[in-house]
Antibody, heavy 121, light 112 residues
Framework: EVQLVESGGGLVQPGGSLRLSCAASGFTFGTYWMSWVRQAPGKGLEWVANIKQDGSERYYVDSVRGRFTISRDNAKNSLVLQMNSLRAEDTAVYYCAREGSLGGQRFFDYWGQGTLVTVSS | SYKLTQPPSVSVSPGQTASITCSGD??????VCWYQQKPGQSPVLVIYQDRKRPSGIPERISGSNSGNTATLTISGTQAMDEADYYCQAWDNLQAWDSTTVIFGGGTKLTVL
């Protein structure tokens, strides 16, 4: 059974840092692109970042580029999002999601339960 | 940047057909996915590659994509279908080589 379990969320002051982790199990982690997707309270889904299977490619939404860093450790089946210079608008539930692929399309076929990040003084 | 537009809300009576649209410039040239999210839960993939259903998704949920509009259709709508629905595409036309993800704003489906 595929499982994605996020951790590391919490309350942080503006300008602070937080490190989110996602523990993956039930599949060969190193063969999938992985993403972070967030959802502000009462708002829609927003993709944040993704990383290629071997970590050689990483992409970010404009609003977090330069502040957030996505990384992975395939030996430990772990995905990480390092978040620096946090702002109030980064407050959201952060989901770890696997990018499945079929017929030339990638899509989010499994999601974690999410971890809440609150940026407030 | 590319944008996907959904109606904020759609209402349907039980047993009727609900249609949720997702609009974008030449969207029919891209693959579209749909996700269902119930309150307090994580999103669930219900349609990928415009019209394909993952295992476990009922046949009454279907998708289409042509021109500038993708449509999620739920036939014989049930109370359990009440949820938020999000469409999703990639920024590049070549989905296998795409780098960034776009979500629509979401549609709240109410079963009256």
């Amino acid at each position: 059974e595929v499982q994605l379990v996020e951790s590391g969320g919490g309350l942080v002051q503006p300008g602070g840092s937080l490190r989110l982790s996602c523990a993956a199990s039930g599949f060969t982690f190193g063969t999938y692109w992985m993403s972070w997707v967030r959802q502000a309270p009462g708002k829609g889904l927003e993709w944040v970042a993704n990383i290629k299977q071997d970590g050689s490619e990483r992409y970010y939404v404009d609003s977090v580029r330069g502040r957030f860093t996505i990384s992975r450790d395939n030996a430990k089946n772990s995905l990480v999002l390092q978040m620096n210079s946090l702002r109030a608008e980064d407050t959201a539930v952060y989901y770890c999601a696997r990018e499945g692929s079929l017929g030339g399309q990638r899509f989010f076929d499994y999601w974690g339960q999410g971890t809440l990040v609150t940026v407030s003084s | 940047s590319y944008k996907l537009t959904q109606p904020p809300s759609v209402s349907v009576s039980p047993g009727q057909t609900a249609s949720i649209t997702c609009s974008g410039d030449e969207l029919g040239d891209r693959y579209v996915c749909w996700y269902q999210q119930k309150p307090g839960q994580s999103p669930v993939l219900v349609i990928y590659q415009d019209r394909k259903r993952p295992s476990g998704i009922p046949e009454r949920i279907s998708g289409s994509n042509s021109g500038n509009t993708a449509t999620l259709t739920i036939s014989g709508t049930q109370a359990m279908d009440e949820a938020d629905y999000y469409c999703q595409a990639w920024d590049n036309l070549q989905a296998w080589d795409s780098t960034t993800v776009i979500f629509g704003g979401g549609t709240k489906l109410t079963v009256l």
